[in-house]
């Protein structure tokens, strides 16, 4: 499915555009003053010097790595552990003012209220903790409602937390309600065998399934196994693909996975351990396959003729 990738701006945003869409996340991320040195009392290593209450207390912490620390669980991941390193901006398209110019999905909804409601402290990123008060676990379950029915999704926290949390948010902030399925891919896979591939993928914010473009101002870490087999309703996060002539390498591929998702309608040796996988279809398999057959455009690889929206995508949990 030859869609050639396009290398990823790794260039934070211009202070312009952050102050616009970023700012309630960068306030307070400013350098703070190093904590006084102690004087050693004796020949004896020092002890550590106690540390003031407040903000300041981190100053005397060892160093900080390149990599925040994950939490103890990683259902409870920040948002910002979960962004990947040096990758929170606003991507625009080749035509700035098809998306970021316009500020718009291809839904109507705006990008920046968008990640306000899922960044900001408390809101729908931080609601998203799938475990209750007392620390339980919680199944999650996905519904897609479109017009030709609806699939239902079992989601893996325990395998994709991170993806599963912002999948989680996306569907509560109604960022899919009237996007589509953009991409239909039906063709046969690169072996002796001839084996057919097949797979439904949705949720562009630009509506066009550019491999480059899939985020509204961030991209999630990969969550990668080499246990999760892609069969027959393998949900997964799409990130940019990549090919042999491109400068982008395969590592940087992976971290451009954030809105856009895929369904397989069969086996795909070739994407496990390389796609983060973070759900299986139990319901509407039916449904996914009826959409993967409508007509494709002759002039546009896999781009439907007429794609098929996603009216709403609701998240229901339950305790295990």
């Known amino acids: 499915m030859a869609v050639r990738a396009r290398r990823c701006n790794r260039a934070v945003a211009q202070p312009a555009l952050v102050g616009l869409w970023l700012g309630a996340f960068l306030i307070g991320c400013g350098a703070q003053s190093p904590a006084p040195e102690t004087t050693p009392q004796s020949t004896a290593a020092p002890a550590a010097a106690p540390a003031p209450p407040g903000p300041a207390?981190?100053?005397?912490?060892?160093?900080?790595?390149?990599?925040?620390?994950?939490?103890?669980?990683?259902?409870?991941?920040?948002?910002?552990?979960?962004?990947?390193?040096?990758?929170?901006?606003?991507?625009?398209?080749?035509?700035?003012?098809?998306?970021?110019?316009?500020?718009?999905?291809?839904?109507?909804?705006?990008?920046?209220?968008?990640?306000?409601?899922?960044?900001?402290?408390?809101?729908?990123?931080?609601?998203?903790?799938?475990?209750?008060?007392?620390?339980?676990?919680?199944?999650?379950?996905?519904?897609?409602?479109?017009?030709?029915?609806?699939?239902?999704?079992?989601?893996?926290?325990?395998?994709?937390?991170?993806?599963?949390?912002?999948?989680?948010?996306?569907?509560?902030?109604?960022?899919?309600?009237?996007?589509?399925?953009?991409?239909?891919?039906?063709?046969?896979?690169?072996?002796?065998?001839?084996?057919?591939?097949?797979?439904?993928?949705?949720?562009?914010?630009?509506?066009?399934?550019?491999?480059?473009?899939?985020?509204?101002?961030?991209?999630?870490?990969?969550?990668?196994?080499?246990?999760?087999?892609?069969?027959e309703g393998t949900v997964g996060a799409w990130h940019e693909e990549v090919v042999a002539d491109e400068e982008a390498t395969g590592e940087e591929a992976l971290e451009t996975a954030a809105c856009k998702f895929y369904i397989t309608l069969s086996k795909a040796p070739f994407m496990d351990g390389n796609y983060t996988v973070f759900g299986k279809v139990t319901q509407g398999l039916e449904v996914a396959r009826t959409i993967l057959m409508k007509p494709v455009r002759q002039d546009e690889e896999y781009r439907p003729v007429q794609p098929v929206v996603i009216r709403s995508v609701t998240i229901e949990t339950r305790e295990e």
């Open 57 to 231: 207390a981190q100053q005397s912490a060892a160093p900080t790595t390149a990599a925040a620390p994950r939490d103890i669980d990683p259902r409870r991941v920040s948002f910002k552990d979960a962004v990947a390193a040096g990758m929170i901006f606003l991507e625009p398209p080749t035509d700035t003012q098809k998306l970021l110019g316009a500020g718009v999905t291809n839904a109507g909804k705006s990008i920046g209220v968008l990640y306000e409601k899922i960044s900001a402290p408390g809101g729908l990123w931080d609601q998203a903790v799938l475990l209750t008060p007392a620390g339980k676990k919680l199944a999650c379950t996905a519904t897609i409602a479109t017009d030709l029915g609806v699939i239902k999704i079992n989601l893996l926290p325990d395998a994709a937390p991170a993806q599963v949390r912002n999948f989680v948010a996306l569907a509560r902030a109604g960022y899919y309600d009237g996007l589509r399925f953009d991409r239909t891919v039906r063709r046969d896979f690169a072996d002796a065998k001839g084996t057919l591939f097949e797979c439904l993928q949705g949720g562009c914010p630009e509506g066009t399934w550019d491999s480059a473009y899939g985020s509204i101002g961030y991209w999630i870490v990969p969550e990668l196994s080499e246990s999760a087999v892609h069969e």
